[in-house]
């Protein structure tokens, strides 16, 4: 095995894409979310306190985590591109972010879903 072929820092620093669903059809759509690495420097104090805060609900001292949910996968989000509202493209801000997924929780599921599978961030094409 060469030493090489085990690094996955360049890879991870690109970010992964991530092709979404429509979530009332099920079927693929042209709107792609491109997401950080959960490993990155940006995204590793934002899981901490995630997992603590998911830790104080386990053991009710907390409410839900679904705000956190949100948080964390807008934070995940590097930024988008296909997405339109009355045929203008949507630019990403994190406000807009916040919005879409606040009203669409499944694809602030696929979000979740896809930032916690490493094998996304192992290859430039696009998965699900």
């Known amino acids: 095995m060469e030493l090489n072929e085990l690094a ?54 907390k409410e839900d985590t679904r705000e956190l949910d949100i948080e964390k996968a807008v934070a995940a989000i590097k930024s988008w591109h296909g997405l339109t509202e009355g045929g203008s493209e949507v630019k990403f801000t994190k406000r807009k972010a916040e919005k879409l997924l606040s009203e669409s929780p499944p694809i602030k599921k696929q979000i979740l879903n896809f930032f916690g599978n490493r094998v996304n961030f192992n290859s430039t094409a696009s998965k699900n």
Do not use: W
């Open 8 to 61: 996955t820092r360049e890879k991870h620093e690109a970010g992964a894409e991530m092709q979404v669903v429509n979530p009332n059809t099920g079927e693929k759509t042209d709107f792609f979310i491109m997401l950080y690495v959960p490993d990155c420097d940006h995204m590793t104090a934002l899981q901490k306190d995630h997992e603590r805060h998911s830790m104080e609900v386990m053991f009710g001292n």
